[in-house]
């Protein structure tokens, strides 16, 4: 099992940035694993938003975030990042990260979140108008 555990969430206005972190911990680590940032904002499903293999080949992100968020990953460290620039009133939401084996390199697989197997907690983005 790997515990993950996200951080960098905040309270920011529009326009402004934040970085989320995902902590993960596993006594064995391969490349084909796949991380993915999903997010839920109160009375909506949770959604996909970006995903990662940890070798940081394949990157899919959701057309919503496109452009603004970008997905990147410390390999030594076991870090995997979302930069979000632009925030939106809209982007507002509870974010997780998630890990999983990728198994296959398209955004449908990436953005099922029944293919991912370990979900950390949750970070509270918050963006103001």
């Known amino acids: 099992q790997v515990q993950l555990v996200e951080s960098g969430g905040g309270l920011v206005q529009a326009g402004g940035s934040l970085r989320l972190s995902c902590a993960a911990s596993?006594?064995?680590?391969?490349?084909?694993?796949?991380l993915g940032w999903f997010r839920q904002a109160p009375g909506k499903e949770r959604e996909f938003v970006a995903g990662?293999?940890?070798?940081?080949?394949?990157?899919y992100y959701a057309d919503s975030v496109k452009g603004r968020f970008t997905i990147s990953a410390d390999n030594i460290n076991h870090v995997m990042y979302l930069k979000m620039n632009n925030l939106k009133p809209e982007d507002t939401a509870v974010y997780y990260c998630?890990?999983?084996?990728?198994?296959?390199?398209?955004?449908?697989?990436?953005?099922?979140?029944?293919?991912?197997?370990?979900w950390g907690r949750g970070t509270q983005v918050t963006v103001s108008s």
């Open positions: 596993r006594r064995t680590w391969s490349e084909r694993y796949m």
């Open positions: 990662a293999e940890w070798s940081g080949f394949s990157a």
């Open positions: 998630a890990s999983g084996m990728a198994l296959r390199g398209n955004i449908d697989y990436y953005s099922d979140s029944q293919n991912y197997d370990d």
